[in-house]
């Protein structure tokens, strides 16, 4: 049977595996081996709690700052990839939460649905975005989505051993979006216009094989939707962060720049 996988990987404040887009004051740094900046503060780690003295650090849009010690020692929150202090949560598939992406983190799966539904409604409304045949939604662990991962030997995803949020199945006539429980609502909508338009492309691009031209429009209608939504920082962060999809983001963002927004959906919809 026909099988088709399309899957949305973490997080743009992430970078690389498990190290966190990080930044010195007055200096970037993306690896732990970069030379340090002593500086001199009274403020206090967001995850330990204690005094920093010396270098500190913090993540991209936030003003949490973090002490060198916990940057290399602490495990990080799985949604964001912060520090996690004492004050947080242990789902129960192994992830860690930080008291801030659990106090916005869908959990419920009638909650997740009204999410998934404003969020189609609004692609819809963007961009025209109809499906002929309907698509299921489910909203599932990180062993069942690594599961269906595994099942279709998707190289991609165990190469880059990066956690998986969001997946587009179709097998046959079922058609199946499935969400990571547990996102930040507003990484939980983003994933969700990324899986629906490689659903959207399943229908209308039916030549479309070119991967840098299927993931860079899905991340393209993603990044759309955020900015949709009013959320400008959210957006540029997916033009900052080292992420596998950015070089193909950007590709379509030079294509709209020539094109127009209605030339790159029918651009792709005629693209191999």
């Known amino acids: 049977m026909e099988q088709l ?3 949305c990987f973490v997080v743009y404040m992430l970078c690389y595996v498990h190290m966190p887009a990080l930044k010195q004051k007055g200096k970037s740094m993306i690896s732990r081996s970069a030379s340090p900046i002593i500086l001199h503060t009274n403020d206090h780690c967001a995850a330990c709690g204690q005094q920093i003295t ?3 650090y913090t993540m991209i849009d ?3 700052r ?3 010690t916990c940057i290399a020692t602490r495990p990080r929150c799985s949604s964001c990839g912060a520090p996690i202090g004492p004050d947080h949560w242990q789902l129960h598939d192994g992830r860690r939460q930080c008291a801030r992406c659990h106090s916005v983190a869908v959990y419920d799966a009638a909650v ?3 999410l998934y539904d404003e969020t189609v409604a609004a692609l819809r409304q963007q961009f025209g975005m109809e499906l002929n045949i309907g698509t299921l939604f489910r909203l599932v662990d990180a062993p069942t989505l690594a ?3 595994m099942q279709t030997s998707n190289k ?3 190469e880059n051993h990066m956690p998986i949020l969001g997946l587009y199945h179709r097998q046959g006539h079922i058609r199946v979006i499935y969400m990571l429980y547990g996102l930040p609502r507003l990484l939980f909508r983003l994933t969700v216009a990324h899986e629906y338009a490689h659903a959207w492309q399943g229908e209308n691009c039916p030549l479309l094989h070119n991967e840098t031209l299927r993931e860079g429009f899905a991340e393209w209608v993603a990044y759309h939707h955020l900015l949709w939504l009013g959320c ?3 957006a540029r962060r997916m033009l900052d962060a080292p992420h596998p999809y950015r070089p193909a983001l950007e590709h379509m963002l030079e294509l709209q720049q020539h094109l127009g927004m209605g030339g790159v959906i029918e651009f792709i919809k005629q693209a191999e």
Request: charged share 15%; aromatic share 12%; net charge neutral.
């Open 147 to 149: 599961g269906l991962c």
């Open 66 to 68: 973090y002490c060198a």
């Open 156 to 158: 991609w995803a165990m």
């Open 54 to 56: 010396g270098v500190y």
């Open 5 to 7: 996988l399309c899957l």
């Open 62 to 64: 936030r003003d949490d």
């Open 112 to 114: 997740a649905h009204t």
């Open 232 to 234: 400008t920082k959210a």
